[in-house]
T-cell receptor
């Protein structure tokens, strides 16, 4: 089966600019996750969707980050405006259902904010 | 609050030597622990979970609730085991994972 797809793979922007990431989960996977992985740290969950509804966004900095999953398939994560500390790899993952299925990860998008 | 600690950033062993990657957790509820692995230029993937009690690629991990640990072990390291290993804790009723900071395992010839 095809894996989780993400684009772009790399992005360099200046601080205060906006950026968007796209994720296409594995077909049929109801649950989608966005993680932020800062260099030297483990992935940190930003937001979790069940179909097109938000299950957990407790660690999403809502003043600048937003995410949506229209139609319960693809998802976009946006940062507006970006800060230097947003430099990280943004990982998307999906699982068949919410609990407790294995999460399958995408290749990630490496964001550099200058 | 839940927390996962991996004390070693880098672990270097010789081929054929035993490997133990340490993981400690703190969580007030009933924990579910996982090990994820990321080989060079590959995606993060599940290696094993404690509820399965299985051996994957020769690796095993036992949940020790008394010591709040879930160390990953392999009796004889292979070159292909070189990778980044993350311990993760699942909490609550959802599928939320809290990851440790990871340990880079380097197996030398």
């Amino acid at each position: 089966e095809a894996g989780v797809a993400q684009s772009p793979r790399y992005k360099i922007i200046e601080k205060r600019q906006s950026v968007a990431f796209w994720c296409n989960p594995i077909s049929g996977h109801a649950t989608l996750y966005w993680y932020q992985q800062i260099l030297g740290q483990g992935p940190k969950l930003l937001i979790q969707f069940q179909n097109n509804g938000v299950v957990d966004d407790s660690q999403l900095p809502k003043d600048r980050f937003s995410a949506e999953r229209l139609k319960g398939v693809d998802s976009t994560l946006k940062i507006q405006p970006a800060k230097l500390e947003d430099s990280a790899v943004y990982l998307c993952a999906s699982s068949l259902h919410r609990d407790p299925y294995e999460q399958y990860f995408g290749p990630g998008t490496r964001l550099t904010v200058t | 609050a839940q927390r996962v600690t991996q004390p070693e950033k880098l672990l270097s062993v010789f081929k054929g030597a035993p490997v133990e990657l340490k993981c400690n957790y703190s969580y007030s509820g009933s924990p579910e622990l996982f090990w994820y692995v990321q080989y060079s230029r590959q995606r993060l993937q599940l290696l094993l979970r404690h509820i399965s009690r299985e051996s994957i690629k020769g690796f095993t991990a036992d949940l020790n609730k008394g010591e709040t640990s879930f160390h990953l072990k392999k009796p004889f390291a292979q070159e292909e085991d070189s990778a980044m290993y993350y311990c993760a804790l699942r909490t609550g009723g959802g599928n939320k994972l809290t990851f440790g900071t990871g340990t880079q395992l380097k197996v030398e010839l």
